[in-house]
Nanobody, 128 residues
């Protein structure tokens, strides 16, 4: 059974940092494209960062602006999102997602409809 479990969320002051983790079980991470999404209250879910199955292609949303970094550790079957210079507008529930496809995480956008396996999310709150 495929399972994705996020952790690492919390309350941080503006300008602070957090590192989110997503542990995969039931499948091997290197066979999957992976991504982070987020959803703020009253807003639609939006793509944050996406890594292709090969790990060679990464798409970052414009609002990331070099502040966030997606990565993965194949041996630990875990992916990460390192977030720096967090701002109040980054407040949201963050979700990890995975899809066993070589055609995901290419192009200009990160689309939630490309992913069928999802975690339950971890809350990130940026506030002073």
């Amino acid at each position: 059974q495929l399972q994705l479990v996020e952790s690492g969320g919390g309350l941080v002051q503006p300008g602070g940092s957090l590192k989110l983790s997503c542990v995969f079980s039931g499948f091997t991470l290197n066979y999957y494209a992976v991504a982070w999404f987020r959803q703020a209250p009253g807003k639609e879910r939006e793509g944050v960062s996406c890594m292709s199955k090969s790990g060679e292609n990464i798409i970052d949303a414009d609002f990331v602006k070099g502040r966030f970094t997606i990565s993965r550790d194949i041996e630990k079957n875990t992916m990460y999102l390192e977030m720096n210079n967090l701002q109040p507008e980054d407040t949201a529930v963050y979700y990890c997602a995975a899809e066993p496809s070589s055609y995901v995480c290419f192009g200009m956008s990160i689309r939630s409809r490309d992913f069928r396996s999802w975690g339950r999310g971890t809350q990130v709150t940026v506030s002073s």
